[in-house]
């Protein structure tokens, strides 16, 4: 089982480029969100949907667009990268009646 | 918004000493969840509580939430080296679409 993929899991931009932050999973979950983590933060929700369709912004939404045009995949873009969102990027997905969140591997992201 | 604070941010123990960290919620949660996240990897589901009062014990691990659940304990007892990592609790207030982590404490681990 695959679980949750992520990639790239590295990346480096320069300050206003643009990029996507894949993110699909093979477990069927109609929960995924996409969290940042940073030292002394903890993880941040930026983006989460309950559905295909649907998508709704969390705790982080600036800088970032999310859309879910299927169950499976979950994209995360930068319009315009900017030194603040330098972080690690985790994708999960919610495991159903258990509300267990499934992570990523994560992907670190580098804007210069 | 909904905060969670989790204390300490950082502890070193001795092998084989125990280890407690603490989560506390601005609001009345309605379960609670926490993650192990070992150096470089990703967070890995423990556990979630559901229940005033509740406590659960998985090996080593006790997990205890509050009579108000609004703060819950993880208390590590003999502590080994693969205890290592950086453990977070995570508050749900309702549903499971919204969840918000504490800062996470790392626990160190000294041979």
């Known amino acids: 089982n695959a679980g949750v993929t992520q990639t790239p899991k590295f990346q480096v931009l320069k300050t206003g480029q643009s990029m996507t932050l894949q993110c699909a999973q093979d477990?069927?979950?109609?929960?995924m969100s996409w969290y940042r983590q940073d030292p002394g933060m903890g993880l941040r929700l930026i983006h989460y949907?309950?559905?295909?369709?649907?998508?709704d912004q969390g705790e982080v939404p600036n800088g970032y667009n999310v859309s879910r045009s299927t169950t499976e995949d979950f994209p995360l873009r930068l319009l315009s990268a900017a030194p603040s969102q330098t972080s690690v990027y985790f994708c999960?997905?919610?495991?159903?009646?258990?509300?267990?969140?499934?992570f990523g591997e994560g992907s670190r992201l580098t804007v210069l | 918004g909904q905060q969670v604070m989790q204390i300490p941010q950082y502890q070193h123990v001795q092998e084989g000493e125990d280890f407690t960290t603490y989560c506390n919620s601005s609001?009345?949660?309605?379960?609670i969840q926490w993650y192990k996240q070992r150096p470089g990897g990703h967070p890995v589901f423990l556990i979630q509580?559901?229940?005033?009062?509740e406590v659960k014990k998985q090996k080593r691990l006790t997990f205890q939430f509050g009579e108000a659940k609004k703060n819950s304990s993880l208390h590590i007892t003999a502590t080994q080296t693969t205890d290592v990592g950086t453990y977070f609790c995570?508050?749900?207030?309702?549903?499971?679409?919204?969840?918000?982590f504490g800062i996470g404490t790392k626990l160190q681990v000294i041979p």
């Open positions: 949907s309950v559905g295909a369709g649907i998508t």
């Open positions: 509580l559901v229940k005033s009062g």
């Open positions: 995570a508050g749900l207030r309702g549903g499971y679409q919204k969840v918000t």
């Open positions: 999960a997905s919610t495991g159903p009646g258990t509300g267990e969140l499934f």
């Open positions: 477990m069927n979950h109609e929960y």
């Open positions: 609001t009345t949660l309605s379960n």
